[in-house]
């Protein structure tokens, strides 16, 4: 394949990159695609597209998201930096333009019409948030005396201030669960756990005091009353596929089963190709997000620690509340499942965000500088 | 050094070096980067039990059984055993058959299922079912119990979502022969009337509750009817509804000995396959549910108590020559004799006026009390579930006694009234009717003594001699003795009396020496068979008997004598 003596960037790339990410970021990808197949003709045909309209659309959007995401694993931290900053301005500035231009669907404006394409920039936002937070904590630890830590917190305020308004709670609570996380791997004092977990728990009760449709689904989650239609469905569908499914296409739930091939589609899967490829989807997630975090460990810049863990827990988040609402673990919340959902912007900003962990996770032989560095004292030290 | 020392050293040295790096790594950032790897550790933990659980909880999914409850609750219908005759030929028995059902969620097309389904079940309701198969419901039934055919023919269709469930149907191989003894079930194979609701009142209902009714494993019910004679009651009372153009008719084969029901019939009647009109209130069971003025024939009754309280001979006489007046009535005879006539001859005659002085010689208590006793004003014991209430005076006075003691001012049915009879015949045994088999000594150990044997043999004479020379000449078949009496009574319109319309009756048991069987047999407002006859009950009840007993007294093993005449003729032919 690629000579190991090859320096040309696509050889450094190949030799540096973290295959195991890579494969099982393009698993997820394809998975995405094979149950596309299952879960959106249903819905397709229940609001009068051609069956395969999303399927197709689904596959459109892979391809560049494959470009983008391998692009994307070339930048040096630095570049990842950069994009960083110029994605998380840029996605500001259309989540802004949102609120007065934005598209009202089912009483929320997340969705921005540009040249005849519709894209959500809370989705861009969030990775660029990961990464500039990350910087900002890195320049806090390395000088104390840059209010790094304010600026994340105020960034953090203008981020949430922007998707409530919107409102899209669910992002809030990745984006304040994922800045949340990563301040504590950052070394938040425990103090400031308490408080902040303290502010979150009033958050909290203040959304569900707040907007009625947050309490009542919190309500109906905890007393299992009302309509739980959705949720019981993706239950019954789950139930029904048992551990080996019923086999591709046989799946009947779905086609009752609203937000099938978005929100629900780990369900339909589990209908069609049983409890056992959850598992086995379940792993990959679980895999990606303690493997991010072991790199994470052992990383020592920690810009690149704290992005990396970043990213991979926004991951990670965003598939736990996917499946949690999927099998009703957690109250019901429109999320997407990483990679795999339909959905043209969250799969692109997912590919750039997973990109931006590709980058950052690649091999980086100056990282050994520190150990080539302190060699001649070592040997002396031995020959001493 | 040798080379190999020098590996060794190597070896150490690296090993160093790695120390030694560490040592520098740590001076350079100890604090914080330790601290961010014990929190990345603790991140990890975390996550890693968010995951588990997870997967905890798919494991626990693919643990549980599918939700079969949401789905088709399973609605199999009951086992209920055959219905078989004395014989044991079949009356009723279950069939399996094929009911349809839709899970409306696997409806792809639901225009498309609705128009292929009207090709096999063309009376399919489109609006209701569009409506039913829109619902989000996981289960509805589309059409209950269908035929082998049709269920090929929507298979053939090939529509998704639709499906068939096995279900028992009751079938009834006699059609109407025996509908209103038999009874009906409803769709879920419960029994509704009959016997076959009676059956589920013996505990076949709880039976089938706690699950015991195991397909296969149910006795056949035996009744008492025999369905030869079932049958000939049946044609003979449908016969008479064409030849008489009446409303309703109806009759009953009793045996005297047992009180067993051998047949019993009401027309109009239905057919318990395809019940859709079995509620009409036309086409009730009149022998145990429908009540009525029986008419003369209930001077049999007034006649056997007159004689059974010994106040009365069968040689005394009564004056008959004058109508009796009382509170404004005037009673009177229909084929009046005007003279004093002889018990027997009342009995013949039909007298009314005859009748009521032997009923006021007894009294309005004695004669409350003798009905009383023979079970004609309380509610008949029996099995069918449709048994009406008979009606009587709220007070009795001398007017009703009087008229009661021919039949009118009280209402009973008609099953009643041959069971009552039966008594009157059989030597003053009387015992609630019964549908399933009795033997002779079951019936004596329940049987209530009510009038002497004594005074049942008189009965039996004037039985015999008013078939003879009486009004119910028309009831004889030869070999059989037939003894009878008729009843035709004037039934009430708008509140009076009405001459032309009538409720006729005749009672008969044969041999009439010791009947074995009492029949009895009513047409309702008959019209005259042809100009120029009359309508009463010796013109087309009588009839009706003799036909009943002539076709059905051979199957019932009755022996036909000839006496003397029979015997005359062997010695001609000698």
């Not at chain 2, 160093?16 to 790096?21: F, H, K, L, S």
């Not at chain 2, 055919?149 to 298979?155: F, G, K, P, S, T």
């Not at chain 2, 004056?319 to 084929?335: L, M």
């Not at chain 2, 039985?463 to 004889?476: D, I």
């Amino acid at each position: 394949m690629v000579s190991r003596t090859d320096r040309s960037p696509v050889a450094n790339w190949w030799w540096t990159i973290d295959r195991w990410f890579l494969g099982a970021f393009l698993l997820l990808m394809g998975l995405g695609v094979v149950l596309s197949f299952a879960a959106s003709p249903a819905v397709a045909d229940r609001i009068g597209l051609s069956s395969f309209h999303f399927v197709t659309r689904q596959i459109v959007y892979m391809l560049p998201a494959v470009v983008v995401m391998i692009g994307v694993s070339f930048l040096s931290p630095r570049l990842v930096r950069r994009l960083a900053l110029v994605m998380l301005v840029g996605a500001l500035a259309l989540m802004v333009l949102t609120l007065f231009a934005g598209m009202e669907v089912k009483g929320s404006r997340r969705w921005l019409h540009i040249f005849g394409v519709s894209i959500q920039p809370s989705e861009y936002l969030k990775p660029a948030f990961v990464v500039i937070c990350a910087w900002l904590f890195h320049e806090h630890a390395r000088q104390p005396e840059i209010p790094g830590n304010l600026f994340a917190m105020l960034l953090l305020g203008l981020v949430i201030a922007l998707l409530v308004a919107q409102p899209d709670l669910g992002q809030t609570m990745l984006v304040l669960g994922t800045w949340g996380a990563m301040f504590f791997i950052a070394g938040m004092p425990w103090l400031w756990i308490a408080v902040l977990g303290a502010l979150g728990a009033g958050g909290a009760f203040l959304a569900y005091t707040i907007f009625p449709h947050v309490a009542d689904r919190i309500d109906r989650f905890l007393t299992g009353e009302g309509d739980t239609y959705q949720v019981d469905m993706s239950i019954e569908a789950i139930t029904r596929g048992g551990w080996f499914g019923r086999g591709p296409g046989e799946g009947t739930v779905k086609r009752i089963l609203p937000d099938s091939h978005t929100d629900f589609v780990f369900a339909v899967a589990g209908e069609e190709f049983g409890i056992i490829i959850l598992l086995i989807i379940l792993s990959i997630f679980a895999f990606v997000v303690l493997r991010g975090l072991s790199k994470a460990r052992r990383e020592e810049d920690d810009f690149t620690r704290y992005a990396v863990s970043g990213l991979v827990i926004l991951f990670g988040f965003q598939s736990i509340i996917n499946m949690g609402v999927n099998v009703r673990m957690l109250p019901a919340k429109g999320m997407t499942l990483p990679f795999i959902s339909y959905g043209g912007s969250s799969l692109i900003a997912m590919a750039i965000s997973m990109g931006f962990v590709l980058a950052l996770t690649r091999r980086k032989p100056e990282k050994r500088r520190p150990v080539a560095y302190a060699q001649p004292a070592g040997r002396e030290a031995v020959a001493g | 050094m040798t080379g190999a020392s020098e590996y060794t050293h190597d070896t150490d040295t690296s090993a160093v070096r790695r120390g030694a790096a560490t040592i520098v790594m740590d001076g350079a950032g100890k604090a914080r980067g330790g601290r961010a790897q014990n929190r990345v550790v603790m991140a990890m933990a975390v996550i890693f039990g968010i995951y588990a659980a997870l997967g905890g909880r798919l494991v626990h999914l693919a643990m549980q059984e599918e939700p079969e409850a949401s789905l088709p609750a399973a609605r199999v219908t009951a086992s209920r055993p055959d219905l078989v005759d004395r014989n044991g030929e079949v009356l009723a028995t279950d069939i399996k058959t094929a009911s349809l059902f839709a899970e409306p969620r696997r409806i792809v097309d639901i225009d498309e299922a609705i128009e292929k389904l009207s090709t096999v079940l063309p009376d399919l309701n489109y609006q209701q079912t569009y409506r039913r198969l829109d619902s989000d419901a996981g289960f509805v039934w589309l059409r209950r119990q269908l035929s082998p055919r049709q269920q090929a023919d929507i298979l053939a269709l090939g529509i998704p979502g639709l499906g068939f469930r096995t279900e028992k149907r009751r079938f009834y191989p006699g059609g109407p022969t025996a509908s209103h003894i038999v009874g009906l079930v409803n769709i879920d194979n419960k029994g509704i009337a009959g016997i076959e609701k009676f059956v589920d009142d013996q505990g076949l209902a709880d039976l089938q509750a706690t699950g015991l009714a195991v397909e296969g494993h149910l006795e056949p019910v035996r009744l008492s009817l025999d369905l030869r004679v079932q049958h000939i009651i049946r044609d003979e009372l449908v016969q008479a509804l064409d030849r008489y153009k009446a409303i309703a008719a109806g009759a009953v084969v009793l045996n005297a000995r047992t009180g067993e029901v051998v047949g019993m019939g009401s027309v109009p009647d239905y057919d318990p396959n395809n019940p859709v009109n079995a509620l009409d209130k036309d086409r009730l069971n009149r022998m145990s549910a429908g009540v009525f003025e029986m008419g003369s024939t209930f001077k049999l009754f007034t006649t056997a108590m007159a004689l059974d309280s010994g106040l009365v001979s069968i040689n005394d006489s009564f004056d008959a020559t004058r109508p009796i007046r009382i509170g404004g009535f005037t009673i009177n005879d229909f084929h009046g004799k005007r003279r004093v006539l002889s018990v027997p001859e009342i009995f013949i005659y039909s007298s009314n006026i005859g009748t009521a002085k032997m009923a006021d010689v007894v009294g309005i208590d004695g004669h409350r009390a003798f009905l009383q006793k023979i079970g004609l004003l309380g509610r008949l014991p029996t099995e069918l579930p449709e048994v009406a209430l008979p009606t009587e005076p709220k007070t009795w006075k001398k007017i009703n006694s009087i008229t009661i003691s021919y039949g009118h001012g009280m209402a009973t049915t008609p099953l009643q009234t041959a069971v009552a009879a039966a008594a009157m015949l059989n030597g003053g045994k009387l015992f609630p009717p019964t549908f399933l088999p009795r033997t002779e000594a079951e019936a004596n150990e329940i049987a209530e003594q009510v009038i002497s044997p004594k005074t049942s043999a008189e009965m039996r004479y004037l039985f015999r001699l008013n078939t003879e020379k009486g009004s119910g000449r028309r009831a004889e078949v030869e070999g059989y003795y037939v003894g009878g009496k008729t009843g035709t009574a004037e039934k009430v319109v708008n509140g009076r009396y009405s001459n032309n319309v009538r409720f006729n009756a005749y009672i008969a048991g044969f041999p009439a020496d010791d009947p074995d069987y009492v029949v009895l047999v009513f047409v309702d407002e008959p019209k005259p068979e042809r100009d120029g006859i009359s309508a009463t009950a010796g013109m087309n009840a009588a009839p009706m008997v003799r036909n009943i007993i002539r076709r059905s007294a051979p199957l019932l093993g009755v022996k036909p004598e000839f006496g003397q005449e029979s015997n005359a003729l062997l010695v001609s032919q000698q």
